[in-house]
């Protein structure tokens, strides 16, 4: 079977990632020493054995305590530089990165030190590895209208750093419709707009997002394949669905990765891509996620085409990089 290697080796973009969710135990735990901060666990191998989750939240509340050890400008670097090499090695030639400003704003680290750090990895990565990488800012669905319109505000000194926004965290209980104003005004200031919505929650969420947030691509969006109607409509508008197989797995969204609902999304003719979302907590980066994929449910090479394609078509990089792979 030569299929792991023509997916290992084909060119891609990534559109699903949260940097904060590329920071593995290893760099953690020394960013912990050199910024004296305290971490609930005693070891690199006790944290990684706190990785067993049973659904989105148990994940969200290790994954927000990891994110407490990022202090300094440099953190941001290091965390992003760490994943933009990792990309290089996986053939990723271009990355829509998450951030979660709030993550880090609520613990008084200012919003400059995160996106100028983030920005400055991103720049070397154009220079340095040639991969072409750019940030969508997410607010985060469990806080409030009010924190995401002030975190909008404080990040509008460094627009220009940053080409999108997203919304991710707790889904269940916090639909789109929430977050409608901030949207619109995101709309008027140009952003780029996508949604997580239908990872764990239903369709009606995917609905508000397309309809009320007015977004361009659903991440994750499995939960899609229950609705026919919204089905036809995500293949009519080409609306991708940036869709993160191991997350699913390890969040148990699906109880094994043969039960995987992509190929079935993909051959419904939907605009669908693969991704890591947190590789460093869910065990993988793309090139995993795509052969572990494989190895449970048989992509095909015109799969593999397809899946590779997809991914720059859907991506916001600038139009002389996409017609390159489209
Ligand atoms: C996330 Cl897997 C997932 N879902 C929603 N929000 C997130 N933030 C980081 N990873
Ligand atoms: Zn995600």
Redesign the pocket.
Known sequence: DRLPELLRRMPKAELHI?IE?SLEPELMFAMAARNGVKLPYASVDELRRAYAFSN?QS??DI?YAGASVLLHEQDFFDMAWAYLQRARADNVLRADIFFDPQTHTARGVAMGTVVNGLYRACRQARTELGVDAELILCFLRHLSEAEAFDTLEQALPHRDKFIGVGL??S?VGHPPEKFARVYAKCRELGLHLVA?AG?EGPPAYVWTALDLLKVERIDHGVQSSKDPALMERLKQDRIALTVCPL?NLK?CVFPKLADHNLKQLLEAGLAVTVNS??PAYFGGYINDNFVQLHEAVGLTAQHAYQLARNSFEASFAPPELKQRYV
């Open positions: 949260h969710g989105l994940f969200l994954y991710d965290s889904e997580h990872e997350s969040l979302d947190d």
